[in-house]
């Protein structure tokens, strides 16, 4: 089969408002636009991405409720079109590797692992799917052909976690700068805390979970305006608006800081902030801090596990702070919007544009290198 004939299947559980979601269909179009054919095939076709489905990828519906119902539609689908690849990502994984192998197809399939396994694992210790998902990876996973970690951050802890071997390992970036992307951080901003005259907005954007301790922030937040005339605007949605909320109104910080709910598209917010903060308690590799870099804003982030400090070069890119410190964070802060946080240069987003990275995963899924592991991975 020549290579221009060649399908690609990605399997996405949904298109809810997440950052693998996106990044898989920035990848779906770029790999389309090399010539090749690709089908997203999802377990539920719903989810505040959908309009953003490129018209060059063909939108495959298992019409199931939920990723375990997904697998006998997932054979049949592999049975009938027999892709030549298939790339899994969230709690996809599994069911991929199942249906190849009920399939019986000779599907090349690679799964990708985009948290710090061991965090997700630890912190979600009352739910029982996640408890025993290492337990599960470490059975099921050396069935696929390429296993592709977002950052050498959750390679390095995936590989210690479940000593698969680091040769079946590739870190491969996410695609984070497309010319989608670039058009769309040009888009007109309408939001008076924006405007001339205004004080500095302090932007975070992400789903409103434990992950992201946006609840840290808000501590730090009420400590920066106690010293200063700020902002504080947090885009996105989630379990923890409730606690949120709450907590801002014991604060008495109810004019001051904004929960909109989910934005498609944060990127002109990103533009105008006088800061960018990521909160997070643990990442694989947070595609928020990568699109912030490239729209020019001082970044402020923690040092957690993966991918800030990777993407951040050390600290050179933005300023690094401990986890769940807000004393630290509001400091960095503070150091931000005085002008001593420089802001990124371009060589900080190039490792993440769209062309490289596209080149990287056509050659993992279809099979064009036995050269795995080309980034570190430390064991």
Known sequence: MDDMTKKLAIFVPSMNGGGAERSMLKLAAGVAASGYSVD????????????????????????ASRVLT???????????????????????????????????????????????????ANHFR???????LPYLIKRFYPWADVIVAVSKGVADDFIHLTRIPNRQVRVIYNPIVTPEFRKKTEAFLDHPWFEPGQPPAILAVGRLTAQKDFATLIQAFAQVRQARQARLLILGEGEERPSLEAQ????????????????????????????????????????????????????????????????????????????????????????????????????????????????????????????????????
């Open 126 to 132: 009352s739910d029982l799917r996640i408890r025993f």
């Open 40 to 63: 997203l095939v999802l377990v539920r076709a719903e989810g505040p991405y959908m309009a953003e489905v490129s018209r060059s990828v063909r939108l495959v519906d298992l019409r």
């Open 248 to 379: 801002i109104h014991l604060l008495g910080l109810q004019e001051d800081i904004g929960l909109p709910g989910f934005v498609s598209n944060p990127y002109p917010y990103m533009c105008r902030a006088g800061v960018f903060v990521l909160s997070s308690r643990w990442e694989g590799l947070p595609g928020v801090l990568i699109e912030a870099l490239y729209c020019g804003v001082p970044l402020v982030a923690t040092d957690c596990p993966s991918g800030p400090r990777e993407i951040l070069a050390e600290g050179r890119y933005g300023q690094l702070v401990p986890v769940g410190d807000a004393a630290a964070l509001a400091e960095a802060i503070h150091l931000a919007l005085d002008g001593r946080v420089p802001r990124p240069p371009r060589e900080s987003w190039a490792p993440f544009e769209l062309e490289g990275v596209v080149n990287q995963y056509i050659d993992v899924l279809f099979g064009n290198s036995t050269q795995y592991g080309t980034a570190t991975v430390n064991r």
């Open 70 to 120: 997904s697998l006998p539609p997932l054979v049949r689908y592999l049975r009938h079109e027999q892709p030549a690849a298939l790339l899994a990502v969230l709690h996809a994984n599994i069911a991929a590797l199942w249906a190849r192998r009920l399939a019986r197809v000779p599907t090349r399939v690679v799964v990708s692992e985009r948290n710090t396994l061991s965090f997700e």
